[in-house]
Every structure is written in structure tokens, then in C-alpha cells.
């Protein structure tokens, strides 16, 4: 309602007649929030019709008015009894009239003034006054309250911005004390209760007091809110004050026509959003991470995560595809170029190829290559991608604890990020690629999750397509990706894993498989990669097949190709010194290049013993060659197992001691060769562990061998599980096993009945150099590996031989027999060679 008043430099008003403002019934004006004092100028405003006219009838009148604060300030029209009785009486200088009726004022207070009498309430307040008169004394007391006032004053318009700078050259022109209090207590921050105490102070003398302590108390108020701006500006860190440099560069930046690079990177983001074509959730996400994005300060913590996870949104490709190349031949040649053999594999991929020529929307197939090392089962999968014109990523998944390794972490984590799945995708740049998933069978799992179960989703062709990773937080298709997997061992992959990929299985190679693709593939890429040519280095086949035989036993490829690269990187040495430009390695030469014969494929020696029956085994790296140990000793039926077997190898000991002793007799094996002696098996690599049930029938008969004091054949090797009852189990990996047994040059190998079927697997080569025995009961074993046989299968021959009825048929054939073999005593003549 007020501005500020002025200084107290016009007399004019103060010559009206004193005795006229006592005598005559003057208007009553209440003032809301402010205080007018006398001799100070004051802008007033009303907008009431009624004090509209009262300005009026005042001006016409040429009376002054009685200017009064009201105790209500949300009273609208105020009685005589809602106003403080001292005021102050005053002119009224100029006057302006606006359009929407309100009057705008200049007045200037008279004196102060008490109400006598309300004589009139409407339609506005009028009375009588009476003039107040003023204590004043100019003694030493009020000089010094009037020079520590000039002091505060000094201070106080240094600390308050509120204050006009002239307030102070006011202050010192004004000699009068009285007019002096007035005019620093209208320009004071004080509230309007505070302001009309000191209008109703009359003793000058007082009044400079109540002032003086007003004055000090608001500079303690301006102090105290100055040191905690100093403090607030000091304790401003980094981000804040490069939050204010970049406000100001961007508005220097806006000044020259120039956009920000905050501006840019937005508009960027935007147009990233518009072409990837994302599906609608995500689009919908980009969209909200955008705007919330341009809401930020850049120099924010949060400013970063948020960018980061819009660039991961708009570089993904949703709407990115390879064109498949669906040329059935072409694949093929490819396919054939890369790889030697894998028949199999290759079928399957060129089968895919032509439903997907047939059928576009098909979705991709999860295929799991299975083999040992080296087999090629990683470079097979960079082949496919070749062959179908496809973008290849790998990931080793070979000890993978955490389950965000697959489907990433929460945005909620401090350097969160995507899984390998989303990374990979974002790296191979199309949503079709060839996804090869490495060593899945060695995923392990702790207190993190299990990979295994995130994997679910991933291979899983009927939920795939709506894959959500953890930070992404949004759906991305995965069914147009061709998984492919490899392992070692389908032993360790989860079954609910194993259960949704097509298993391929890759066996090892064979001599000639490994010397065709020696010359085809490793020795060509070898002189590639070591400077040389054909010319500088020639190596003939019967030097490769000793190099395979002789210094490397493995179902795969990467010790062959250690041994050529060693040979080619010592001829490299010969051709850069110019002792020789052209060398031909031959058998001769190869222990020149790579030094003595580290295996020997001849173990003819090893049957020799008794006890020691070499049995065949099927490990991660592929088949191998188990010799199994058994010795007796003088002892109380104790069997004591080493070599690190596991559970179920050590039943398979424990039901092959339980058969002997059950059939010892018809085996002629006295019981007291069990009751008074200890039995120990062995396993050579005792820091191998070993497990797994085809070796039963090795070690049945290799207690056999010690108990009838018998070698096994020569050349002889075995695989099968027993049961209690003396059958046979049929086995797995018998095409590894047997490319051990090959390797080793084994001539027989012993294998159940029922493995008959998987005969078709083994490579010609194999079977032209390995003869492969059918058995059902471990009688058979004992037939072919000490050529004897039990009496029962004995008497069974005889009959068939003779052509007589079984005792099962006629009673009293089976009678007589019986009759007959009671007397007979039983020694070994009831065994027979066969």
C-alpha cells in the first residue's frame, strides 16, 4: 500500500493551522501495513470507492487528513475501535485518479496526533484529534544516542540491500532528533506493530533508545544471514560452480546463435530413436529417458547412467538384419573348404538352410556341438556364419558364476551394464547372427545365481523372442539368432538345459582323417604364418603319420598342429641364417625337428603281468586308454581302492568282488582265496579324478586275473558295466573309445552286445585294424581274455555240440546229469581253452 518515505525536506504542510486540526471533524484513513510519521513523504493508494471519496472530499475541503494503522490488517472496513488511537496527521500533496477507480497519493505527515472521538463511521471514518506534543531535551545523553545511531546506521546500510543508498546523507542532514528517529524507523525491515510503538513513543530521549535497539537487533539478523550465505557460498563444490560457468557459456553460447552440446546431444538422441525402428516398449522407454534426460543437469551423477542407457537403446540392432545366403551348393563348398569330414554338421546346417529358403519366418535353431578339444568345434561355427552370409560373436561361458553375466544388472547398481547376450548383439551390429555359446558344460554357480537357469530363457526357441535383459528392462527378439554351443562332457550341462538344444555330437579324428587334414589345412596355414612357402618346406606323409603317432595322442588337432608349427618355425631359423632354401622333412628328420618319440603305440609289455587289464575310458579330451591294476595279499577280506575313483566306479568294484565270489566255484576259485587274503585295485594318474561305470567289467577282470594267477591276451582291451548277475551294460563314447584303443594299437576290443548299433560310427579305418567283440556275460570276457570258459557255459557247449535237449526241457536228462556230477570232484579240468 506504501513505498518507502521520503525525507522530511518540505515544509509546506507544516503551516497549516494548528487550531484547524484541533477544531474541525477531520477524515479517518486506516492504513493496513504501514505507519506514516510526521514530516516524511509517503506514496498511498486506495481502491475502495469509499476512501476514494474520502481523498476526494479532503481535497475540495482543503483539510488534511488523520492517517492511522489499523490493529486488523484483514478487516476491509475497520470501526473506530479496530484502529490505534495515535496517528498522524497529514496533507495530501498530488493525486491521481486510474480507470479502475483506484486513487493513487502523495501525502506528508503533520505531527503526531490521538484520536479524541469517532463522530462518524460511513461512509468512512471521521473525528476529532489532539495534537501531541513532543519531550525533547538536547543534553549529552541524547547527543550520544543520536551519534551511536549515525554508527549503526553506518553498518546497518552496508549489510541490508533493502536500504537506499542515500538513507545515510539523510540521516546526517537531519539535526532535529525527533525527525531523525522517524525517518530510520520508516526505512527499517520492522513489522507494523513495531513501527507504531515508536509513532507512540513521545519522549524523543525514549524513542532514540527503543530505536537504537531495533537498529541492533536487525544487524545481529544481517550478520548472522550474511555468514551463512559466506558459508553456503564456500561450502559450493565443483559441480555447482561448473553448473554456473556452463549456465553462462550457454548463454553466451545463445548470444552468438550458437546451440550448446547439450542441445546437440539431445537432438542427436532424438534422430538415433527415430531411425533404429525400435518396437513400441522401447521406443515408449527412449522417449521417457529423453525427456527426462533434457531435464538434467549435465553435471549430475545421474545425468551419465541415463545417457549411458540411451546410447545402449538407440546403437542396438532391432531392425538390423543379414541377408541369408540361402545357396544350397555354395554353403556346401564353403562348409567343405573350411573343414575336413563333420558330415553330420554340415547335413544339419545345409538342412536348415533349405526350410529357411522355404519358410522365411523360421525361427533359428539351438544346436550344441559336442566333442573334446580341438576337435574344430569353435572354427565350425565361424564357418556357418561364412556359409550363410551371417555375422559371427562368441562368448566363453567357460566359468561363469553370475547370473548377470547373462541378463545383465539393474540400472539401480553404480556401473551397471547389459549381459553378454545384449553386449554381443550390439557388437555383431544385426539381430540374425550366428551366436556360438563356448564351453557351456563349464558353467559353475554360487551365491550370484546360476547362469544355466538365465540361459533357459535364451535357448529356448519358444520364449526367446520376448528376452528381457535386467538392464535393458525392455523386450529384445532373439529368435531370429542361430545359437550354437559347445562342450566336452553332456554329463555336466543341466538337463533342463541339455533338454532344449539339438546335440551334434564332433568324435576325434582318426590317423588318415588327421593326415588328410594336416596337408589340406595345417601345413599350408603353418608356412603362411611363418614366412614361408612351398618351395622353402616340403613335408612328406610317412613323416606327418610319425609326427601323429609318435608325438601326440589326442582325439583333436591342436597338439598336431603345435608339433608341424615347431618344425616349420626351426626351418624359418635354416632359411632366414642362408644355411638352406629347400628342405624335405621325412621320417628320418622328424626326431631332428622335434626330438625324441614322446609316445610309443606298441604296449605289448604291459600284458605280460597279471593283474593289469587296460581298459578303455571316455574323458573330456576324448577317449583314452585306463590300465587297471589288482594285486592280493595275505590279509582278512579287506578291499582297499585308489586312484581317485569315484562312487560309482568303486560299486562297480565292489559288485565285480561280489560276482567272483558268487561264481568262484564254477570259476574254480577256492573261498578261502577270499577269506584269507586283502584285495587292492589301483588306477594309474592317481590326480586324475575318475568315475563312470564301463570299467566294471575291467576291474572284475582284473581280480580274476590275480585269482587264477593269469595274464590277460595280448592286445586286448575291454569296456562294459557289470551287474551282480554277470550281464553286460552297454556303454557310451564307444567312438572315442575306440579311436583310443586304435591309437594305442589295441588289435581286439571287448564291447556289449548292445553297443552292436554303434558300430556304423567308427571310421573304416578303425575297424580295418581293430577287431571289435561282442559280449553279453562276463563268462564271454573271460573266454577271450584268458581263453576259458565256466563250467556252466562248458556243459552247454557239449550239449549244443552233441545236439542234445537242454536239462530245462527234459527232467530226466537234466536228473541223470546231475547224478552223474555229484562224485566228481572240482578242479581246473573243468575249464578248457577255446
Known sequence: MSDRTGSPDSQSALDIDRKKIVETELAVLPLKSAVVYPSLVMPLMVTEARYARLIDDALMAGDPIVLVAQRDPEVEFPKGNEIFKVGTVGSILKMLRFPDGSVRFLTQGIARVKIKKITQEEPYLKGYVNLVEEETSRDVAEEALVRNIHEQLKKIVQLAPYLPDDLQVSAMNTEDSSKLADLIASNLNIDTEQKQEILEVFDVRERLKRLTSLITKEIEVLEMSKKIQTEAASEM?????????????????????????????????????????????????????????????????????????????????????????????????????????????????????????????????????????????????????????????????????????????????????????????????????????????????????????????????????????????????????????????????????????????????????????????????????????????????????????????????????????????????????????????????????????????????????????????????????????????????????????????????KAAMSYLQANADKMGIPQKEFETHNFHIHVPAGATPKDGPSAGITMCTALASVLLNKPVAPHLAMTGEITLRGDILPIGGLKQKALAAYRAGIKKVLIPKKNEGDLEEIPKEIKSKVKFIFIERVSDVFHHAFGIRMKDDQEKSTREQAGKPSKKKIKTTGSKARKKSVGRKKSKKEFRRG
Open 237 to 653: 563444490g565443483k559441480s555447482q560452480r561448473e553448473y554456473i560457468l556452463r549456465e553462462q557459456l550457454k548463454a553466451i553460447k545463445r548470444e552468438l546463435g550458437e546451440a550448446d552440446d547439450q542441445t546437440m546431444e539431445l537432438e542427436e538422441f532424438q534422430k538415433k530413436i527415430d531411425e533404429a525402428k525400435m518396437p513400441e516398449e522401447a521406443k515408449e522407454a527412449a522417449d521417457k529417458e529423453l525427456d527426462r534426460l533434457s531435464k538434467m543437469n549435465p553435471s549430475a551423477a545421474e545425468y551419465t547412467v541415463s545417457r549411458t542407457y540411451l546410447d545402449w537403446l538407440v546403437t542396438l540392432p532391432w531392425s538390423i538384419s543379414t541377408e541369408d545366403m540361402l545357396d544350397i551348393k555354395k554353403a556346401q563348398k564353403i562348409l567343405d573348404e573350411d573343414h575336413y569330414d563333420l558330415e553330420k554338421v554340415k547335413e544339419r546346417i545345409l538342412e536348415y538352410l533349405a526350410v529357411r529358403k522355404l519358410k522365411s519366418d523360421l525361427k533359428g535353431p539351438i544346436l550344441c556341438f559336442l566333442g573334446p578339444p580341438g576337435v574344430g568345434k569353435t572354427s565350425l561355427g565361424r564357418s556357418i556364419a561364412r556359409a550363410m552370409g551371417r555375422k559371427f560373436h562368441r562368448i566363453s561361458l567357460g566359468g561363469v558364476r553370475d547370473e548377470a553375466e547373462i541378463r545383465g544388472h539393474r540400472r539401480t547398481y553404480i556401473g551397471a551394464l547389459p549381459g553378454r547376450v545384449i553386449q554381443g548383439l550390439r557388437k555383431a551390429g544385426s539381430n540374425n547372427p550366428i551366436f556360438m555359446l563356448d564351453e557351456i558344460d563349464k558353467i559353475g554357480q554360487d551365491f550370484r545365481g546360476d547362469p544355466a537357469s538365465a540361459l533357459l530363457e535364451v535357448l529356448d526357441p519358444e520364449q526367446n523372442n520376448s528376452f528381457s535383459d535386467h538392464y535393458l528392462d525392455v523386450i529384445f527378439d532373439l529368435s531370429k539368432v542361430m545359437f550354437i554351443t559347445t562342450a566336452n562332457m553332456v554329463e555336466t550341462i543341466p538337463p533342463v538345459l541339455l533338454d532344449r538344444m539339438e546335440v551334434i555330437p564332433l568324435p576325434g579324428y582318426t590317423d588318415m582323417e588327421k593326415l588328410a587334414i594336416a596337408k589340406k589345412y595345417l601345413i599350408p596355414r603353418n608356412l603362411m604364418e611363418h614366412g614361408l612357402n612351398s618351395d622353402n618346406l616340403a613335408v612328406k606323409d610317412a613323416a606327418i603319420k610319425k609326427v601323429i603317432s609318435d608325438y601326440t595322442r589326442e582325439s583333436g588337432l591342436r597338439n598336431l598342429n603345435r608339433e608341424i608349427g615347431s618344425i616349420c618355425r626351426k626351418v624359418a631359423k635354416s632359411v632366414a641364417s642362408g644355411q638352406e632354401n629347400r628342405i624335405k622333412v621325412d621320417t628320418n628328420q622328424v626326431r631332428k625337428y622335434l626330438g625324441p618319440e614322446r609316445f610309443i603305440r606298441e604296449v605289448s609289455e604291459k600284458w605280460a603281468s597279471v593283474g593289469v587289464v587296460p581298459g578303455l575310458a571316455y574323458t573330456s579330451a576324448g577317449g583314452d586308454i585306463l590300465f587297471i591294476e589288482a594285486t592280493k595279499m595275505p590279509g582278512k577280506k579287506m578291499l582297499e581302492l585308489t586312484g581317485q575313483l569315484g562312487d560309482v566306479m568303486k560299486e562297480s568294484v
